[in-house]
Every structure is written in C-alpha cells, then in structure tokens.
C-alpha cells in the first residue's frame, strides 16, 4: 500500500535556528514528491515537485531533497513568516493523476 | 497565478439537507480533485475528475457524488449530509496527470 509519513508532527524553532522536516514515502513506483504549504484556514501552496532521487529544489530560505526513499525539507535561517503546516505528498504509477498526503509538520517560528 | 474558487468559505448544513460545494479553476486544467481534511487524519480524497462527465472514486466516496458539466467547474454532492461529514473540503486543479495540484481556499462546512 502507498503509504506517506512526515516526522516531526510539530517543530518549534527559535528565529534564525535552521532545521529540517522528514518525508518518509513507500509507493509502487514514484512519478513525483510534492511539497506544500498551508497556512491555518486556508489550502496548500504549492512549493516543490521532486522526481527522481538525488534533485533538489530551492525558494529563498526553503530547500527540498529527494532520495529514494525520503524527502527533507530544509529551512536554513527560519523567520517567524515560515510558520506553517508543511505537506508532503506523493504520486505513485498506479494513481492517475492523484496525490497521497502525509499528516504535515506544523512548524513554529519564534522571534 | 491559478485560481481555483470555491463558492462558500463556511457553511452550515443540517443533518438529513443535500448539500452542493462548488468549485472553479480559471486555467483550463484537465484534472479536478476533491479532498476533506480533517485533524490527525490529514487529506483524504473523494473523488476526481480527468475530462468532462468523467469521474473516478478516491479513498472516501461513499455518502458523496460529484458533477462535472463543464471543464471548468466541479461540483461535489453530499446527498444527505450527516454529522460524519462535518469537515474542511478542498477542491485541487490540475493541468495534467504529472503536474502539481492547485488548491482552492477551502469550505468549512458544519453538520448539526
């Protein structure tokens, strides 16, 4: 079975305390990992796609990487505006077109 | 920027009321999704759409129907609500099978 786990559940960092989030994933065949962000009360924004093991992907303080069977989002120098839940999800080759999620990491940034 | 629209914020239904959330994206995406979240459970799908009149069961269809008349809107269907469907919904577009997911802000929707 699919199957996406995000470790920790929650984070608490102290601003400029940089850190990194675990997306642990086993599918039959990965045709990509997402990265998402969600603000309380509102959807996921997109922020990565990774496809193959070893890519990686960068938005300001924000990096994404991918093996073969995990993913790390690395937030280096966090400010208290990256406070958020953070989504992974992937899509596997049986699946077409949909997203299997993980339960996120809410994150918070202390100033 | 993708816009995905969803017609009501909050909404609160009585037990027993069929209910309609709809949904609109203004990109021309062939992909429309469905999703309900709910805490420690995270997102869950409910059903999609890859074309018009075309629709596929996700994880959790049952008590839900879906409607897609026209490429750009995608409808979901509760068609008895229950107290069990007291959730966040979320509607998702998508351009193609490999592309990301575009999520639209969400509807609360409360079953008393």
């Known amino acids: 079975e699919d199957q996406v786990t995000q470790s920790p559940e929650a984070l608490r960092l102290q601003e400029g305390e940089s850190s990194s989030l675990n997306c642990s994933y086993t599918?039959?065949?990965?045709?990509?990992l997402f990265w998402y962000r969600q603000d309380p009360g509102k959807g996921p924004e997109f922020l990565f796609t990774?496809?193959?093991a070893g890519e990686e992907k960068e938005k300001e303080r924000l990096k994404a990487t991918l093996t073969k069977k995990e993913s790390f989002l690395h937030i280096t120098a966090p400010k208290p505006e990256d406070s958020a839940t953070y989504l992974c999800?992937?899509?596997?080759?049986?699946?077409?077109?949909?997203?299997?999620f993980g339960q996120g990491t809410t994150l918070q940034v202390k100033p | 920027d993708v816009k995905v629209t969803q017609s009501s914020r909050y909404l609160v239904k009585r037990t027993g009321e069929k209910v309609f959330l709809e949904c609109v994206q203004d990109?021309?995406?062939?992909?429309m999704f469905w999703y309900r979240q709910d805490p420690g459970l995270g997102l869950r799908l409910i059903y999609f759409?890859?074309?018009?009149?075309?629709?596929e069961k996700g994880d959790i269809p049952e008590g839900y129907s879906v409607s897609r008349e026209k490429k750009e809107r995608f409808s979901l269907i509760l068609e008895s609500a229950s107290t069990n469907q007291t959730s966040m919904y979320l509607c998702?577009?998508?351009?193609?099978?490999?592309?990301?997911?575009?999520f639209g802000n969400g509807t609360r929707l409360t079953v008393t």
């Open positions: 999800a992937v899509r596997a080759s049986s699946n077409t077109g949909k997203l299997i």
């Open positions: 599918v039959s065949g990965l045709r990509g």
């Open positions: 990774l496809y193959s």
């Open positions: 990109m021309d995406h062939e992909n």
């Open positions: 759409s890859y074309d018009v009149k075309m629709k």
């Open positions: 998702a577009s998508a351009k193609e099978n490999n592309s990301p997911l575009h």
